[in-house]
């Protein structure tokens, strides 16, 4: 069964500072794996997704996520941090074969001015 | 497009109440989820609907809790009886799927209180 962890609950980083949020999936390949934003008191929305079409694969606010068959990770990252990227990020791969899209944890981002 | 439309917004409720959460798929989707979310636990799937019909309820906690969909433009979520357990934000999601997957759209959820 697909399974994911999201290394850290919480992370801070300051404005302008590289963003880096940090995934990795069961061995067993999905053939989709989504990054989903929460900000507070709001539903999830997409941020990126993976469909095997390219191994980078750019979402919106300037969020890009890198698919690495050999680590199985899914790491989201963003080059300089905006206070507006404070929420909780949700990655979330897809099982093969089976129609359950499995979410992490979730990590929540901190951004100091 | 309206997106997926949950109501209520907040629910505030006494023990052994019964509680029905009400969802509004996006128009064209053939798929509803359930999910429940909570600091302890996190997101939780708790149903998923193709086409109107229960395709996994195994992440429904127990016999007090039932869901419905009786069409594809409306699922409801019923609790009977609330335990203050039963306190989270639970969110309705739709998708539309074919062979596979594709991004879920999820509504604002529904803050449900028991005390």
């Known amino acids: 069964?697909?399974?994911?962890?999201?290394?850290?609950?919480?992370?801070?980083?300051?404005?302008?500072?590289?963003?880096?949020?940090?995934?990795?999936?069961?061995?067993?390949?999905?053939p989709y794996l989504f990054w989903y934003v929460q900000y507070p008191n709001q539903g999830l929305q997409l941020l990126l997704k993976y469909t095997s079409a390219a191994t980078l694969v750019k979402g919106i606010n300037g969020f890009e996520a890198e698919f690495k068959k050999s680590?199985?990770?899914?790491?989201?990252?963003?080059?300089?941090?905006?206070?507006?990227?404070?929420?909780?990020?949700?990655?979330?791969?897809?099982?093969?074969?089976?129609?359950?899209?499995?979410?992490?944890?979730?990590t929540r981002l901190f951004v100091k001015a | 497009?309206?997106?997926?439309?949950?109501?209520?917004?907040?629910?505030?409720?006494?023990?052994?109440?019964e509680v029905t959460l009400r969802c509004k798929p996006i128009s064209g989707h053939n798929s509803l989820f359930w999910y429940r979310q909570t600091m302890m636990r996190g997101l939780e799937l708790l149903i998923y609907f193709n086409n109107n019909v229960p395709i996994d309820d195994s992440g429904m906690p127990e016999d007090?809790?039932?869901?419905?969909?009786?069409?594809?433009?409306?699922?409801?979520?019923?609790?009977?009886?609330?335990?203050?357990?039963?306190?989270?934000?639970?969110?309705?999601?739709?998708?539309?799927?074919?062979?596979?997957?594709?991004?879920?759209y999820f509504g604002p959820g529904t803050r449900l209180t028991v005390l």
């Open chain 2, 64 to 104: 007090r809790f039932s869901a419905k969909m009786p069409n594809a433009s409306f699922s409801t979520l019923k609790i009977q009886p609330s335990e203050p357990r039963d306190s989270a934000v639970y969110f309705c999601a739709s998708s539309f799927v074919i062979g596979g997957t594709d991004t879920q």
């Open chain 1, 71 to 106: 680590e199985t990770s899914f790491h989201l990252t963003k080059p300089s941090a905006h206070m507006s990227d404070a929420a909780e990020y949700f990655c979330a791969p897809h099982g093969a074969g089976g129609f359950k899209t499995i979410f992490g944890a979730g």
């Open chain 1, 1 to 30: 069964a697909q399974s994911v962890t999201q290394l850290g609950s919480h992370v801070s980083v300051s404005e302008g500072a590289l963003v880096l949020l940090r995934c990795n999936y069961s061995s067993s390949v999905p």
């Open chain 2, 1 to 17: 497009d309206a997106g997926v439309i949950q109501s209520p917004r907040h629910e505030v409720t006494e023990m052994g109440q």
